[in-house]
């Protein structure tokens, strides 16, 4: 095995087994112990049959420190957030979370719009299209959290689905003066593909970037979308895009400019370990000047 740090760690060597013919699967060994992953990156295995180096085989493991990031007592004002969501964010260390209430002082603002009801309950068209989520009707933050965004106040705003994600992205686009055009669409069909493509950049720091999420992030194509935004001051961090379409749109989106610090991010649905990594990246990105 070998370390982030390109050292190669010895696992062991055991027989190989006896071949017997139509047989596609053998057992090598029972718990066969690999070193401790204590260092965050890219581990990589490696197991090769002594006399035929041609029949290695090689898998990279990531290994990721979800909460790298050490806080002091940062007054995060939260408003709207799912369970899922707070229960990510409860295991961030030295984080002081508070119900927003305007006239306060926060060192940051985390919010989710309402969520309303889909008025399609049929999940799928009859070619497998996703229905649901275009049917939720858009739905926008309380006016007093974008004025304190306006003023100065830096806001994280977490979409869980397009009804959030279409009234956010209009209501922000307003505010902070960028456009948003809508979002680019689900998926077509239960056959066309949908994806995301992440560059290197401090939120997904210490996941994988400068490619497309892959098997690791485990998102779900179904509930994917991205956002048409263009402007002075945006920054397009993972974007997304779908199979016969040319509009490219983002997943996640970070707008600086005017004293103002906004970062929106509507792909959720990664697996758990990797998005509440993001999350404290998002946090530190967000408030580096206050902490």
Known sequence: MTDPASVSHAIDTYDTPA???????????????????????????????????SAAHTRQIWVVDPTPHRFDNLRVATHGLADEITAQLSAIPGLVFLPFETGRQYDLILASPATEQPT????????????????????????????????????????????????????????????????????????????????????????????AMSIEYQVKGSDSNGLIVSGDGLEIIAAYSRDHDRKIGAGTF????????????????????????????????????NT
Not at 143 to 149: D, P, Y
Not at 255 to 274: A, C, D, E, K, P
């Open 120 to 211: 399609d309950t049929v999940s799928t068209d009859d070619v497998g299209a996703d229905k649901r989520s275009k049917s939720i009707p858009p739905t926008q933050l309380p006016g007093e959290v974008v004025a304190a965004f306006t003023a100065g106040t830096p806001l994280f705003v977490v979409c869980t689905n397009d009804g959030q994600a279409t009234g956010a992205g209009a209501q922000l686009a307003s505010a902070a003066g960028f456009q948003f055009a809508g979002m680019v669409g689900s998926s077509r069909a239960s056959w066309m593909g949908t994806w995301f493509f992440v560059r290197k950049h401090p939120v997904y720091d210490g996941l994988p970037v400068d490619r």
């Open 254 to 289: 970070a707008f600086s400019g005017q004293n103002r610090r906004l970062l929106f991010h509507r792909i959720t649905g990664m697996h758990t370990v990797f998005h509440r990594r993001l999350l404290s990246n998002a946090i530190q990105y967000l408030t580096a000047k």
């Open 19 to 53: 071949f017997v013919a139509d047989q596609l699967s053998y057992l090598v060994q029972r718990n066969a112990f690999s070193p401790k992953l204590e260092r965050e990156g890219v581990w990589t295995t490696h197991f090769a049959l002594s006399n035929n180096a």
